[in-house]
């Protein structure tokens, strides 16, 4: 049963341009949601992160949106640059269990100059 | 600040042996959670130790083991090693409390022949 869902195995996007990543889960235990970069063979590189109690974070070029009723997320990337191009991981930590992470399966993203 | 170490980067094992891979968190983190990545599974949660003590545990089988000392530092054991073992094997650390960002190694490659 997959808890995190990314259903978008892949994305395109031109240089300059926003890049949109979208994730959905099932579980309302869930009050904690992370966005993580990763290269092949490599461990995953913390992005963003947003708590339950929010709707939105920024950091930079980085934004968190988080819809609880809808049980969704997305990750705004703007401007999308070539070196942003890697898999992104949509990740959630169930209540009071803060080193396990669910994971979604990934989005590959290629930002194309 | 040095980060999440793991050791050996990669190993060659085969059927019916056991493997035992080895983290080192970043200073002052309590936390050590295990995680596998697979191209089937994702990235999937084993179990996590917080001051010494497993606090979570994934849906693997017993002899996915692991135990952390006194210093932080963890090691996880597979025994029985079976060729749907192959995988990415990634450590995270964190300081220890809820809704804290994980921080990865660059993870260990177990080759299962």
């Known amino acids: 049963d997959q808890q995190v869902k990314q259903n978008s195995p892949s994305l395109s996007v031109q240089e300059g341009r926003i890049s949109i990543l979208n994730c959905d889960y099932t579980?309302?235990?869930?009050?904690?949601f992370l966005w993580y970069k990763k290269y092949p063979a490599e461990g995953p590189t913390f992005l963003i992160s947003?708590?339950?109690?929010?709707d939105k974070n920024e950091d930079g070029r980085f934004t968190v949106f988080l819809n609880k009723s809808a049980k969704h997320l997305s990750l705004h990337i703007v401007p999308s640059q070539p070196g942003d191009s890697a898999v992104y991981f949509c990740?959630?930590?169930?209540?009071?269990?803060?080193?396990?992470?669910?994971f979604g399966q990934g989005t590959e993203l290629s930002v194309k100059p | 600040k040095a980060g999440v170490t793991q050791t050996p980067r990669y190993l060659i094992k085969t059927r019916g042996q056991q493997v035992t891979l080895s983290c080192s968190p970043i200073?002052?983190?309590?936390?050590v959670s295990w995680y596998q990545q697979t191209p089937g599974q994702g990235l999937q949660f084993l179990f996590e130790y917080f001051s010494e003590t497993q606090r979570n545990k994934g849906n693997f089988p017993g002899r996915f083991s692991g135990r952390q000392f006194s210093n932080s530092r963890s090691e996880m054991n597979v025994s029985t090693l079976e060729l749907g073992d192959s995988a990415l094997y990634l450590c995270?650390?964190?300081?220890?409390?809820?809704?804290?960002?994980?921080?990865f190694g660059s993870g260990t490659q177990l080759s299962v022949l």
């Open positions: 947003i708590s339950s109690i929010k």
């Open positions: 200073s002052g983190h309590r936390s």
């Open positions: 995270a650390s964190h300081r220890g409390s809820t809704n804290e960002k994980l921080f």
């Open positions: 579980n309302s235990m869930f009050d904690y």
């Open positions: 990740a959630a930590s169930p209540y009071n269990q803060g080193g396990k992470l669910i």
